[in-house]
């Protein structure tokens, strides 16, 4: 465990504090979680195919908390089209991608954006989940269309390009 972050370990709960917030996450009555020194172990009762689904759920919200209070997550966004764009509107975003009014999309608490470019988003955060979440509402505003391929998308997202009407 990366020094700095501290961890409270309760009988359903585990939360996480470090240096950029705070997380907690409910654990499944039947796993149990056990710090040793500078890691945290996480055990299941069984080998049975829920017990092992669960056990690794777990494990991986419990590594994804620690990250997320060292180095935070983010999700970076572009915006492909013409007169298409984003800028900050106090701590919320604001987007023109071809409605007749601009969209403003207020940020949840934890959640920042960063505009860089007026083509570019960026969403920043502690938690994994409220960041890919966020970002995905982002991008259902204009999802990229396969035609011209104009639209809002992941940064690196490969969008599949279908041929148009053939005369």
């Given at each position: 465990m990366p020094a700095g972050?501290?961890?409270?370990i309760e009988p359903e709960a585990v939360h996480v504090k470090g240096p950029k917030g705070e997380l907690s996450e409910r654990v499944p009555r039947e796993i149990t979680v056990v710090q040793e020194g500078d890691q945290l172990l996480v055990s299941r009762p069984?080998?049975?195919g829920e017990h092992r689904a669960l056990h690794g759920l777990v494990r991986s919200l419990v590594a994804n908390m620690v990250q997320g209070v060292t180095d935070g997550y983010e999700k970076?966004?572009?915006i492909q089209g013409v007169g298409y764009r984003a800028q900050l509107k106090g701590a919320g975003i604001e987007l023109a991608v071809g409605h007749s009014r601009p969209i403003a999309i207020a940020a949840p608490a934890g959640i920042e954006f960063?505009?860089?470019q007026p083509t570019r988003i960026v969403v920043k955060g502690i938690?994994?989940?409220q960041v890919g979440e966020t970002a995905a509402i982002i991008r259902k505003q204009r999802p990229p269309e396969p035609y011209k391929g104009k639209g809002i998308r992941y940064e690196g997202e490969y969008v599949a390009r279908k041929v148009g009407k053939r005369a």
């Open positions: 972050v501290s961890v409270q069984t080998d049975r970076r966004l572009e960063e505009c860089p938690s994994k989940q």
